[in-house]
């Protein structure tokens, strides 16, 4: 008997930057890590209690989205806005996307992400000894997460 909701995998996943114009490539990451958000609290003791603290909610936060993925010998817009806010100070927050999608190819969870800018980007090193793919991260800051209905 086949399950009839089995579990989500995350190998099938799509990234979009809304705002560009990006080329098929700028769609194709290898992986994204800090979907996350963590409750920021604030501890406070009461007077004559000893027993227990009241930790106290206090704002969200969110760590840095990060993106991997090979080089290719072709143009990038999603490389060419974070080259011009690192290089040239321009920015231009974007917002980013990022679906889990099912083996029909069709979103089954997703992540909303709001005035996404770049804060690194970095390349793997070069080595001639080394018969490896170069690879890019894109870390990016942003103001606020929300999931999407998908």
Known sequence: M????????????????????PADIDSRFS???????????LKLKEGGENRFTHEL?????????????????VDSKVVEWAEEALFNF?????????????DQHSPVKGWNFKGVYPVKIEYSALNAQDNRLLLETLELAYQFARPLNT
């Open 2 to 21: 086949a399950a009839e909701n089995p579990p989500l995998t995350g190998f099938h996943f799509s990234v979009s930057f809304s705002g560009l114009e």
């Open 31 to 41: 992986e994204v890590s800090g979907l996350s958000a963590e409750m920021e609290t």
């Open 57 to 73: 909610p206090v704002k969200t936060s969110f760590p840095h989205l990060v993106l991997k993925r090979a080089v290719f010998p």
């Open 90 to 102: 321009s920015f231009r927050p974007l917002e980013v996307q990022v679906k889990l999608l099912n």
